[in-house]
């Protein structure tokens, strides 16, 4: 059984920095793609960024610029540092991870940005 856990969120004013991380572990395994995404009150959960074992990465419209996606294959982590950062952006940012095709999410961490 393979688990996701985010870490990483808190409350900042607009313009701050926050960086998000995302471990998986449970037994030997290979994780393929990663993923960020979030939902805000009332909204629909959106992809915030994806990125693939290989590096390949992929950003929203409204973070791109703003945020970058990283991984460490050797910690199974996957980071987001989000710079910038407006009241728009305050949502239960959660991360997925793709194991042998199939998907497995953490439970959500808490942003929250004041203005």
């Known amino acids: 059984q393979v688990q996701v856990v985010e870490s990483g969120g808190g409350l900042v004013q607009a313009g701050g920095s926050l960086r998000l991380s995302c471990a998986a572990s449970?037994?030997?395994?290979?994780?393929?793609?990663m993923g960020w995404y979030r939902r805000a009150p009332g909204k629909q959960r959106e992809l915030v960024a994806s990125?693939?074992?290989?590096?390949?990465?992929n950003y929203a419209d409204s973070v791109a610029g703003r945020v970058t996606i990283s991984r460490d294959n050797i910690k199974n982590t996957m980071y987001l540092q989000m710079n910038s950062l407006k009241p728009e952006d305050t949502a239960v940012y959660y991360c997925?991870?793709?194991?042998?095709?199939?998907?497995?999410w953490g439970q959500g961490t808490q942003v929250t940005v004041s203005s």
């Open positions: 997925n991870a793709v194991v042998y095709a199939r998907t497995y």
């Open positions: 449970g037994s030997a395994f290979s994780i393929g793609a």
């Open positions: 990125i693939t074992s290989g590096g390949s990465r």
